[in-house]
């Protein structure tokens, strides 16, 4: 459709300058060749579902001078357009042919929960209760290639949020600068005890979006990630009420947690602008050098704006 609007465009600009010579001759019959009009001061060229309008307004020395031409459209002619665009916000930097670069502001919000592989067995977080949250990329450069520019690689900068939950009769504490897993005190009850890990993260992503369709008129799209985290803080806290009422709260920060890891992320769009996630991350959360419990993590969940 596009190409045809090049060519309906054409000669509708043709025909407009046959329709200045003709005017500027005096001539009724056509012009074998066509006019070329040195001095325009205007062309408006607008489109509607009932076709393409060209009006010419002043030709060489009279300002006054208008003209115009239209195409009509037959009534099963379909108007297409094109547009690019990062969900939830997008800001294009540059834009060739065959390959889009972009800058995306707040992209991929995902929330998820959160399991902790080959942690000993005393350690029973639970994943249904030990959730993430987190914001893919603040900011992304992304570059779109190849054939439709179906792929697309992208780097950027984001937040993420974890943390591992226990509300069986075990908990957390902190002994020697290191975290154990231990009992409760006796006559207690119970409300939870959890580790929590910030991490500020860079995502360096590979996009595939394929052309099998899915909900809401979607397209089935693959999105592979490597993230590099900075886990910049992390904390402990432990909540149990005493038999007298008194509610008891133990918060400890700087518990040990590795500074650095990295996660591989496979994310699968199956709406628009929706998807779901898997993360797996083989780097183990604490240090083991104050005997610390030794354990690694797995998320799913899903994403909004992430492909």
Same mark, same amino acid.
């Given at each position: 459709?596009?190409?045809?609007?090049?060519?309906?465009?054409?000669?509708?600009?043709?025909?407009?300058?046959?329709?200045?010579?003709?005017?500027? !001759?005096?001539?009724?019959?056509?012009?074998?060749?066509?006019?070329?009009?040195?001095?325009?001061?205007?062309?408006?060229?607008?489109?509607?579902?009932?076709?393409?309008?060209?009006?010419?307004?002043? @030709?060489?020395?009279?300002?006054?001078?208008?003209?115009?031409?239209?195409?009509?459209?037959?009534?099963?002619?379909?108007?297409?357009?094109?547009?690019?665009?990062?969900?939830?916000?997008?800001?294009?930097?540059?834009?060739?042919?065959?390959?889009? !670069?972009?800058? @995306?502001? %707040?992209?991929? &919000?995902?929330?998820? *929960?959160?399991?902790?592989?080959?942690?000993?067995?005393?350690?029973?977080?639970?994943?249904?209760?030990?959730?993430?949250?987190?914001?893919?990329?603040?900011?992304?450069?992304?570059?779109? *290639?190849?054939?439709?520019?179906?792929?697309?690689?992208?780097?950027?900068?984001?937040?993420?949020?974890?943390?591992?939950?226990?509300?069986?009769?075990?908990?957390? !504490?902190?002994?020697?600068?290191?975290?154990?897993?231990?009992?409760?005190?006796?006559?207690?009850?119970? @409300?939870?005890?959890?580790?929590?890990?910030?991490?500020?993260?860079?995502?360096?992503?590979?996009?595939?979006?394929?052309?099998?369709?899915?909900?809401?008129?979607?397209? &089935?799209?693959?999105?592979?990630?490597?993230?590099?985290?900075?886990?910049?803080?992390?904390?402990?806290?432990?909540?149990?009420?005493?038999?007298?009422?008194?509610?008891?709260?133990?918060?400890?920060?700087?518990?040990?947690?590795?500074?650095?890891?990295?996660?591989?992320?496979?994310?699968?769009?199956?709406?628009?602008?929706?998807? %779901?996630?898997?993360?797996?991350?083989?780097?183990?959360?604490?240090?083991?050098?104050?005997?610390?419990?030794? *354990?690694?993590?797995?998320?799913?969940?899903?994403?909004?704006?992430?492909?």
């Amino acid at each position: 459709m596009i190409i045809m609007k090049k060519y309906i465009l054409a000669a509708a600009i043709a025909a407009m300058s046959a329709t200045v010579g003709m005017a500027a !001759d005096g001539n009724t019959e056509p012009n074998d060749t066509v006019l070329s009009v040195e001095t325009v001061y205007r062309v408006v060229v607008t489109e509607s579902p009932e076709g393409l309008n060209v009006n010419l307004k002043g @030709c060489g020395e009279d300002s006054t001078y208008t003209a115009s031409y239209s195409v009509p459209y037959e009534s099963n002619t379909t108007i297409k357009s094109h547009q690019n665009f990062a969900t939830p916000m997008g800001l294009y930097s540059a834009r060739a042919k065959g390959c889009d !670069d972009m800058v @995306c502001i %707040l992209r991929d &919000l995902h929330a998820g *929960f959160t399991g902790a592989v080959g942690a000993p067995d005393a350690m029973d977080t639970q994943m249904g209760k030990s959730f993430e949250l987190g914001i893919g990329e603040l900011v992304a450069y992304q570059h779109n *290639f190849g054939r439709s520019s179906r792929n697309a690689f992208s780097v950027g900068v984001g937040i993420n949020w974890r943390n591992y939950r226990m509300t069986g009769m075990n908990r957390f !504490d902190m002994v020697d600068d290191g975290v154990v897993v231990t009992d409760y005190p006796d006559d207690v009850v119970v @409300c939870y005890s959890r580790i929590k890990v910030f991490s500020l993260a860079f995502p360096i992503s590979y996009y595939y979006n394929s052309p099998v369709r899915m909900l809401g008129k979607s397209t &089935l799209a693959f999105k592979l990630s490597g993230i590099l985290n900075y886990n910049s803080h992390a904390s402990m806290q432990t909540r149990y009420d005493l038999a007298d009422g008194t509610k008891v709260k133990e918060n400890y920060d700087k518990i040990g947690q590795h500074k650095f890891s990295i996660d591989v992320r496979l994310s699968v769009r199956i709406a628009p602008g929706v998807g %779901l996630y898997f993360t797996y991350s083989p780097y183990h959360v604490l240090k083991s050098s104050h005997g610390s419990p030794q *354990f690694s993590t797995i998320s799913t969940g899903i994403s909004i704006g992430g492909l």
